[in-house]
Structures are given as C-alpha cells and as structure tokens.
C-alpha cells in the first residue's frame, strides 16, 4: 500500500535550518510529481512546493522562495525540504503528498510539526 | 496568482444534503479536487477531476464545477461527515500551480 512518511520536524530559532525528509514507499516514485503543503495552527492548508517527478521542474510558493529547496532522490524514494533562514510564520504542520496527472493530491503523509520559535 | 473562495462554515442537520462553494474565476475551465481533513488527520482526497470519487468514498459525496463555481454535495449528512473541506485546482498556466481555497468547516448540528 502507498505510505509517505515525514520526518525531521521539531523546534528551531528563527533564522535556523531545518531539512524534512518524506520517505515513499509502495510505489513507483519515480512516476509520480511530489509536493509539500503546510498547514499553520488553526488555518488551511497553504501549497509550499512543487518538484516532477524526474526533478527537472520546480516551482514554489512566493512565501518560501529564497528560502526553501525541494528535492528528490528517486534511488532512495525520498523526498526532500531544506529549510533555511526560518521564520515564525513558517511554524506549521508539514505534509508531503503525491500529485496525479489530473492535479489532485491523492496520498498524504502524516505530517511533521515544525516550530519556530526563540 | 489564483484565488479560491469558499464559504467559512456551513451547518446541516443529519440526513440532509449540505453544499459547499468555491469560487474562482472561470473555475469551470479547470479540474477541481475536494479534500475533507479532520481534527488532528491528514487531508483526504473526497473528489477528482470536479466529478471522480476515489475508490472507498461513499456515493453521498458528489460534486460539479461550471462556470465560476464548484460544488462539493454531501447527501443524507452523518455525523462523521463534521470536518474542514478543501477545494483545489491545478493552475497549469502559473508558476504557482497548486492553489487551495479556503476552506469550509462543515457542522453537523
């Protein structure tokens, strides 16, 4: 069965770097566009980033760019958010979700919390 | 970039049908996906491309998309049904692609 599992949130000062890391498993991730969505405490969910599924093609949210990098390792099923230069406003529940041709994101992962906070 | 707009809340009693919005500008033009997310749980994909259902969703859940409009229907409403609901499309002419709206918490009262 298809399972995407976060992982590398937790607490951080502002300015810091974090790098979440989602790991896919029961199927081929190399076929499928990946992205990561944020949820912040008590409001919706907010697109974050976008990569193909080869890597080749990246897009990402006006709020994070600059700052944030997607990346992929199709050899490891792995899926990649390096963080820097963190902001309070980026705390918020992490979810990787695989994309389908048609645009929806039909499997989530559980999420990781990332806290930012002095 | 694009905007979704969704109604914040919609309150339905048991057993009847509750409807839920998302504007966008000439949102008929694109497919449109629903996500229901519960206290504490990850989102879960409820409709694709306007229309589909995934495999396990029960056949209350129906939607429809003309126009400026989108619409998540949810027939003979059960209490498990209480949760946040998304829209979003895919905008394949931005460099923002992935767009959700703003959600709408539905209470069953």
């Known amino acids: 069965q298809v399972q995407l599992v976060e992982s590398g949130g937790g607490l951080v000062k502002p300015g810091g770097s974090l790098r979440l890391s989602c790991a896919a498993s029961g199927f081929t991730f190399s076929d499928y566009y990946m992205s990561w969505i944020r949820q912040a405490p008590g409001k919706g969910l907010e697109w974050v980033s976008y990569?193909?599924?080869?890597?080749?093609?990246?897009y990402y949210a006006d709020s994070v760019k600059g700052r944030f990098t997607i990346s992929r390792d199709n050899a490891k099923n792995s899926l990649y958010l390096q963080m820097n230069s963190l902001r309070a406003e980026d705390t918020a529940v992490y979810y990787c979700?695989?994309?389908?041709?048609?645009?929806?994101?039909?499997?989530w992962g559980q999420g990781t919390l990332v806290t930012v906070s002095s | 970039s694009y905007v979704l707009t969704q109604p914040p809340s919609v309150s339905v009693a048991p057993g009847k049908t509750a409807r839920i919005t998302c504007g966008g500008n000439?949102?008929?033009?694109?497919?449109v996906h629903w996500y229901q997310q519960k206290p504490g749980q990850a989102p879960v994909l409820v409709i694709y491309?306007?229309?589909d259902r995934p495999s396990g969703i029960p056949e209350r859940f129906s939607g429809s998309n003309s126009g400026n409009t989108a619409t998540l229907t949810i027939s003979r409403v059960e209490a498990g049904d209480e949760a946040d609901y998304y829209c979003q499309v895919w905008d394949s002419s931005s460099d923002h692609p992935e767009v959700f709206g703003t959600g709408t918490k539905v209470t069953v009262l």
């Open positions: 000439n949102i008929g033009s694109k497919s």
């Open positions: 990569i193909s599924s080869s890597g080749s093609t990246i």
């Open positions: 979700a695989r994309g389908q041709y048609t645009g929806e994101f039909d499997y």
């Open positions: 491309y306007d229309s």
